[in-house]
T-cell receptor
Framework: NAGVTQTPKFQVLKTGQSMTLQCAQD?????MSWYRQDPGMGLRLIHY???????DQGEVPNGYNVSRSTTEDFPLRLLSAAPSQTSVYFC???????????FGSGTRLTVV | DAKTTQPPSMDCAEGRAANLPCNHS???????VYWYRQIHSQGPQYIIH???NNETNEMASLIITEDRKSSTLILPHATLRDTAVYYC????????????????FGTGTLLAVQP
């Protein structure tokens, strides 16, 4: 198993550009989540999903869209990038409440 | 979701046990206590979780008080590689009492293992 795979690992965007951060897991996990981590700060939940076709907002959803058309994939879309979205983005997946989340290695995004 | 309180930082000598406390006085009966850690710049790593009973795995032990209002994560023989931020998180099952099963991180405890 590859676990949770995030692509790209690094990205530089110009203000106003859009892009999609990819997240894929091969563990047949129902639950998937996106977090952002600003320098020196803790992780904040952006969006999460409890299964294909089901998504919900987290703590900081503004400026981001998600969809979950398959169990394996949970892409995060930045609609119009802003410098305030410069951060490290982590994707995570889990089988359910009584199991821990597995995290990807992160995407480091810089918006200039 | 119940909130947790952790000390911002702790030191531990290499080879000694590291005991990381967490207060969760508003925890409800169906909520689990989870521990994760994050080594610099890496994705968080799941360590252990429990509901009522004490738990042990190859990484650590989790001691939950009888009233469930606090817990302690124990790393029995800390090494330099255990230097990380440790997060205590309370999380409930989806759909139970309105819980949405979100994993919400706080600020954690920075554990520095000293040689």
């Amino acid at each position: 198993n590859a676990g949770v795979t995030q692509t790209p690992k690094f990205q530089v965007l110009k203000t106003g550009q859009s892009m999609t951060l990819q997240c894929a897991q091969d563990m047949n996990h129902e639950y998937m989540s996106w977090y952002r981590q600003d320098p020196g700060m803790g992780l904040r939940l952006i969006h999460y999903s409890v299964g294909a076709g089901i998504t919900d907002q987290g703590e900081v959803p503004n400026g981001y869209n998600v969809s979950r058309s398959t169990t394996e994939d949970f892409p995060l879309r930045l609609l119009s990038a802003a410098p305030s979205q410069t951060s490290v983005y982590f994707c995570a997946s889990s089988t359910g409440t009584a199991m821990g989340y597995t995290f990807g290695s992160g995407t480091r995004l810089t918006v200039v | 979701d119940a909130k947790t309180t952790q000390p911002p930082s702790m030191d531990c000598a290499e080879g000694r046990a590291a005991n990381l406390p967490c207060n969760h006085s508003t925890i409800s009966g169906n909520e689990y206590v989870y521990w994760y850690r994050q080594i610099h710049s890496q994705g968080p790593q799941y360590i252990i979780h429990g509901l009522k009973n004490n738990e042990t795995n190859e990484m650590a032990s989790l001691i939950i008080t009888e009233d469930r209002k606090s817990s302690t994560l124990i790393l029995p023989h800390a090494t330099l590689r255990d230097t990380a931020v440790y997060y205590c998180i309370v999380r409930g099952p989806r759909g139970y009492g309105g819980a949405t099963n979100k994993l919400i991180f706080g600020t954690g405890t920075l554990l520095a293992v000293q040689p």
